[in-house]
């Protein structure tokens, strides 16, 4: 491809729209451009290192035997009131209506029309297992779409649904298909770990997810360096250190005026924070019920685990306000769990290794201090906090550490919940009719595209991987106006395109501003024709090192189709 053929829209400053590195490199190397929030248009350079990442996934998941379909965006109403989910999806679902009145979505995720496939084509245990796929686009009304792709309104996800007779054809597909991911992120060059995942609004009973590591990721990682264990802070269950019992005291009332906070009451108590029970009121708009939630004071209440306990998600889930609070016979910034019945009190299980602590007396300007679970309150114990760096492996016992990461891929045992409530059955080898037993597993592409430019970049621009990038080498004259360099350039781009993917950078620039898009945009490998160009000898730079070797027509023609042949 000539230089001067292509759009190359590269922009010297970073555009006010973008913070991290990724965002504003790909807007810079004119990758991709916003059209409106969360939603981007896909520019040449930036489409043609897409579909790799696609091809590279497309290559894995045929790889283990999935087959590929393509469902629409566009899904009915009916389906989605038959798993459920229309009501509970919330407001991240776009809806709308067609000119019959009739109502749709736009699709965040498609179990259901995957589920309503196979239930219409799939009747005997003779055709399962299988495992059905797509690359396609997804809709999500995000609340605060941002960083680019990494959380757009509009995003491809590659889904893959897989069918199976039982529980134990289900742990197999399931098997296969961490396996094929774990290759997939390798083969993008990846930084990854994989972690222990909450199941939210996909629901089922166990999830993973692929994590690539990033300071900018939106997501924690609670890990343990001595043994396997690897979490979504979200799921992540640890033990907090454990506290000295002491002898049990009488529980008292204290006067503590204007005093609301944990920090103020720690402060006005002189207690270290872990002597402090922390009671919060939650309310799940979905199943309308309040919780009571406690936990030591030097921890934060996990809402996806209060989600979960009201059997609700964690869109429905919000503190009570005041005016609720007091309807409950408590009061704001005084809430406690002794003498409280007005709802469900779920008390983390830290809460239980507590002596003598303080909490609120459900009473204006008072708490109570020397107060025992057991002794003075009871509930619902389990697992409500937020684990933290620090906190003692559950498995081991010794300390975690905390990570950030970008979820780029998630993969669930959904067991039968789609295939009960929407009939996906089959016939067993005994004639009876049994629901299917059903994976889901997602891979955010774009995501995973924009991740791919997070951890390979510099401070000239982005390094991408030979794999993923747009154009294996680009052949940058400094002057193509000079004859010798002209017939030179010319002679390599022939030796070389159509065999390697190659761009030939005719354009009449100055060769600091030629060197300079190519450095930012991250070609692999620059051949620079410039002063021993009479004697056919290039300048090659690699972008990973920054490094340059000269070398002859021939070299170069050599090392590089080694080096792209060698990718498969
Ligand atoms: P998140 O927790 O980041 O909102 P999710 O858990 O809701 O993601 P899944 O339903 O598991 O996402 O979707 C599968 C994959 O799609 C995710 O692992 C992620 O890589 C990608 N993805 C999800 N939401 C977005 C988005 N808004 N923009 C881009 N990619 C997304
Ligand atoms: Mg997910």
């Not at 910034?333 to 007396?361: L, R, W, Y």
């Not at 898009?517 to 070609?523: A, F, Q, R, T, V």
Request: charged fraction near 30%; hydrophobic fraction near 35%; glycine fraction near 6%.
């Amino acid at each position: 491809m000539k230089a001067s053929r292509m759009i190359i829209p590269t922009l010297k400053e970073a555009p006010q729209e973008a913070i991290i590195d990724s965002h504003i490199l790909m807007l810079r190397a004119g990758l991709i451009r916003k059209l409106v929030s969360g939603v981007y248009n896909y520019l040449p350079l930036g489409l043609r290192s897409l579909r790799k990442v696609e091809k590279i996934i497309k290559e894995e998941m045929d790889r283990s035997g999935a087959l590929e379909i393509l469902s629409s965006a566009m899904q009915p109403k009916e389906l989605w009131e038959e798993s459920g989910r229309w009501n509970k999806y919330g407001p991240e679902l776009f809806r709308f209506k067609d000119r019959h009145n009739r109502d749709y979505c736009l699709g965040p995720t498609h179990e259901e029309i995957f589920t309503d496939l196979i239930r219409n084509t799939v009747k005997s245990y003779k055709q399962l297992p299988l495992n059905i796929y797509q690359i396609q686009t997804k809709y999500r009304d995000e609340m605060r779409p941002r960083f680019g792709l990494m959380r757009g309104r509009e995003f491809i996800m590659k889904d893959a649904y897989s069918f199976d007779v039982d529980e134990k054809g289900l742990d197999e597909s399931y098997k296969i298909m961490y396996e094929t991911y774990s290759r997939i992120f390798t083969r993008l060059s990846l930084n990854f770990k994989v972690v222990l995942a909450d199941t939210g609004a996909i629901g089922g009973n166990a999830s993973h997810q692929f994590m690539a590591l990033s300071d900018i990721g939106e997501s924690n990682i609670i890990y343990c360096e001595n043994c396997s264990y690897a979490a979504d802070e979200e799921k992540a269950y640890s033990h907090a250190p454990t506290l000295e019992k002491e002898e049990l005291k009488d529980r008292e009332e204290v006067l503590t005026v204007n005093k609301h906070s944990i920090e103020e009451i720690s402060e006005f108590l002189n207690l270290p924070l872990y002597k402090i029970a922390k009671s919060m009121i939650y309310y799940a708009e979905d199943s309308k019920q309040y919780g009571m939630f406690i936990v030591r004071g030097d921890y934060e209440v996990n809402e996806i685990k209060v989600a979960n306990a009201l059997n609700s998600s964690e869109v429905f889930i919000r503190l009570a306000s005041d005016e609720e609070i007091s309807a409950l016979c408590s009061i704001a910034g005084f809430i406690g769990p002794v003498n409280f019945s007005k709802c469900q009190i779920f008390i983390d299980e830290e809460v239980t290794k507590m002596s003598n602590f303080v909490v609120g007396a459900n009473k204006k300007d008072y708490h109570l201090v020397n107060v025992n679970y057991k002794k003075d309150f009871d509930g619902t114990i389990g697992d409500y906090k937020k684990a933290k760096e620090g906190d003692l492996c559950p498995i081991c016992g010794k300390p975690l550490k905390s990570e950030r990461g970008i979820e780029v891929g998630q993969v669930f045992k959904l067991g039968t919940k789609y295939s009960l409530p929407m009939n996906c059955t089959f016939l067993n080898e005994q004639g009876k009719t049994l629901p299917m037993v059903m994976g889901c597993y997602g891979i955010g592409i774009t995501r995973t595209f924009q991740a791919i430019i997070e951890q390979h970049h510099d401070e000239y621009g982005i390094v991408f991987p030979l794999e993923t990038a747009p154009y294996h080498i680009v052949i940058v004259p400094v002057n193509y106006d000079d004859e010798e360099q002209h017939r030179v350039s010319d002679k390599l781009y022939e030796m070389l395109n159509f065999k390697v993917e190659t761009v030939l950078d005719d354009r009449k620039m100055k060769i600091g501003f030629k060197m300079k898009d190519w450095e930012l945009i991250g070609i692999p490998y620059i051949a620079i024709v410039g002063r021993r160009a009479s004697e056919n000898i290039v300048e090659l730079k690699n972008r990973n090192d920054n490094s340059k070797v000269e070398l002859t027509l021939d070299e170069v023609k050599e090392f590089i189709i080694d080096k792209v042949n060698n990718l498969k």
